[in-house]
């Protein structure tokens, strides 16, 4: 069965741009089903350092179409600019690699304007979204009034949509104290970008099943990560699209026979960025020392927003839960490299909240707000291992580290990353 799902098991950031990137090999189609330029997926092969918001992390490799799925929300202006830069570097941009899906929802400037004026009027409780507009863009789309990349294709019908759009939302963000939306210079600025889009419309869900149905290889690349599910994260500190394995179908339409694999992609430890409870966060210089100074790239600051990432030990809870909902088949393990130069690594397997042991997530974000990580120590160790390519050649207690990861998930781990370049991984299997 040809495809392959690649899931943030954590809060987002885990790796799973260079997992789909490492899978993209074996692969003829690489599809983003969820979310939009919020994500921020880091690549590093040879001299290129590519950071991708929009576009599939598969681009790298020649062979490999890119779909944009319709489960996506798409800003054009800035997937134009995406594509220039690809195009810059001499990669193929061309819309034979590269299928925009006809039913993605657009993002527009009002959205934009819309994002940064509820974070204001949140206050203290804002979610700390990347102000891409994402949150609005999914509103309009359930509230039944979204603009569709469809609707790209006739320039003049476009134009009308848009005008009406931002007008009705400009009105109401004055109306609420807010500043108007610039609405001629947006649609100028988006029926620009729309010409440039046009090429690229396919129906993306017709597309995959012709191919599946030919024996096409299909990877699909999760942005965002379980923690931020609208469902199943810590509500309402969460993005707005489901970076589950449900929203991947949905975000793709294909049914689930064709799927294979589920690959988790999981850091050694933690990280979030934005609000909302992290119960293993180090406020302390451990979490100082996991977070880096920002000094190298892979160093804990934001891809899309430069924001430092909080950070601490691994949550087994996060994991487990991340592994019960998407039916992970594999775990990819990224970043251990990190972990090397501590003499001990702690690993949370349960909660305490209120001298009650949860072992499973629970669904108040209050509860887990006051929840205690319960601990398991382990021995660190100290060896450099950004050269290790086999299993065997980590250190011992590096090996026990992944082995107890496994056995607390009850899924196998396949692959450790111990390092940002394409071919620092070690495949235990
Ligand atoms: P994504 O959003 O899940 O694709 O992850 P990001 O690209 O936002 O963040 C992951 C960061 O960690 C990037 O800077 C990667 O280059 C880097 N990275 C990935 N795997 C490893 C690893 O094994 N070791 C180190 N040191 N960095 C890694
Ligand atoms: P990748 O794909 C990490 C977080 C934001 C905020 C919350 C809601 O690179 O893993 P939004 O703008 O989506 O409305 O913000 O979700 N967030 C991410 N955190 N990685 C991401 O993507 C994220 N995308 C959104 O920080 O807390
Ligand atoms: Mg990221």
Not at 151 to 157: G, H
Request: some cysteine.
């Amino acid at each position: 069965m040809p495809v392959t799902i690649i899931l943030g098991a954590q809060w987002g950031d885990e790796g799973k741009g260079r997992a789909v990137d490492w899978l993209s090999s074996q692969a003829d189609i690489a599809a983003r089903a969820t979310g939009g330029d919020n994500a921020g997926h880091t690549l590093n092969v040879g001299e290129h350092l590519l950071k991708l918001h929009l576009v599939p992390s598969g681009v790298l490799h020649p062979n490999v179409v890119c779909v944009l799925g319709n489960g996506m929300v798409i800003n054009p202006v800035n997937l134009v600019k995406e594509l220039d830069k690809l195009a810059a570097l001499g990669l193929d941009v061309s819309p034979e690699r590269i299928k925009l899906s006809t039913r993605a929802h657009i993002t527009t400037p009002a959205h934009l304007a819309q994002d940064a004026a509820q974070e204001q009027a949140r206050g203290a409780d804002k979610i700390g979204t990347t102000l891409r507009g994402i949150g609005p863009t999914y509103l309009d789309k359930v509230g039944r009034r979204g603009i569709r990349a469809a609707e790209m294709a006739d320039l003049e019908a476009f134009a009308e949509k848009l005008t009406a759009s931002l007008t009705r939302a400009s009105t109401s963000l004055v109306r609420d104290g807010f500043g108007a939306v610039e609405v001629e210079a947006g649609v100028a600025a988006y029926v620009e970008a729309a010409a440039k889009l046009r090429p690229y419309l396919t129906d993306t869900t017709e597309y995959l099943n012709r191919r599946l149905k030919d024996g096409a290889r299909v990877v699909c690349e999760g942005a965002q990560g379980m923690m931020l599910d609208v469902d199943f994260g810590s509500y309402p500190f969460v993005t707005s699209s489901s970076p589950t394995v449900g929203g991947t179908l949905s975000g793709l339409g294909f049914g689930p026979k064709h799927v294979q694999r589920v690959v988790g992609v999981a850091k050694a430890y933690s990280t979030r960025v934005g609000s909302g409870p992290m119960p293993t966060e180090l406020l302390d210089a451990l979490g100082d020392r996991l977070r880096g100074t920002g000094a190298n790239f892979w160093d804990e600051y934001g891809t899309t927003t430069g924001r430092p990432r909080r950070c601490g030990w691994l949550d087994m809870v996060v994991l487990r839960y991340s592994a019960a909902v998407n039916g992970f088949t594999e775990l990819v393990v990224t970043k251990l490299d990190i972990l090397s130069g501590f003499d001990e690594v702690k690993i949370c397997v349960a909660y305490d909240i209120d001298g009650q042991r949860y072992e499973y997530m629970p669904a108040r974000i209050e509860d887990v707000e006051r929840a205690t990580p319960v601990y398991e120590t382990l021995p660190g160790w100290h060896e450099p291992i950004t050269g290790v390519r086999k299993v065997e050649d980590l250190p011992l207690n590096a090996q026990r580290y992944i082995a107890r990861i496994a056995q607390l998930a009850d899924v196998p781990v396949n692959v450790i990353s111990v390092g940002p370049e394409r071919d620092q991984l070690v495949f235990a299997v």
